[in-house]
């Protein structure tokens, strides 16, 4: 049963910072591109991805040089590394694959507000 459990959300001053963990099983994690959304709307938009082996990843721009996707294939977990948060950066956070093949989990709330 594939399961993904995000976590590590909360509420953080402007400029602040959050790391996000996504724990994944009930398939091969290792060996799947993975990603983090976020949805603030009735859209969910892909934040950032990293290949397989960790080695390689892309960033949606209104995050590249804030944001950190990694991974520990070890553990089968996937993190997102956020910095210098912004109020727009708000939304529910949820990983998957970079084609949205798995089944949603619950996502993490991140709020940022002063």
């Known amino acids: 049963q594939v399961q993904l459990v995000e976590s590590g959300g909360g509420l953080v001053q402007p400029g602040g910072f959050l790391r996000l963990s996504c724990a994944a099983s009930?398939?091969?994690?290792?060996?799947?591109?993975m990603s983090w959304f976020r949805q603030a709307g009735p859209d969910r938009e892909l934040v950032a991805t990293i290949?397989?082996?960790?080695?390689?990843?892309e960033y949606a721009d209104s995050v590249k040089g804030r944001f950190t996707i990694s991974r520990d294939n070890d553990k089968n977990i996937l993190y997102l590394q956020m910095n210098s948060l912004k109020p727009e950066d708000t939304a529910v956070y949820y990983c998957?694959?970079?084609?949205?093949?798995?089944?949603w989990g619950q996502g993490t709330q991140v709020t940022v507000s002063s």
């Open positions: 998957n694959t970079p084609w949205s093949t798995l089944d």
């Open positions: 009930g398939f091969a994690f290792g060996m799947s591109s």
């Open positions: 290949v397989s082996d960790g080695f390689n990843s």
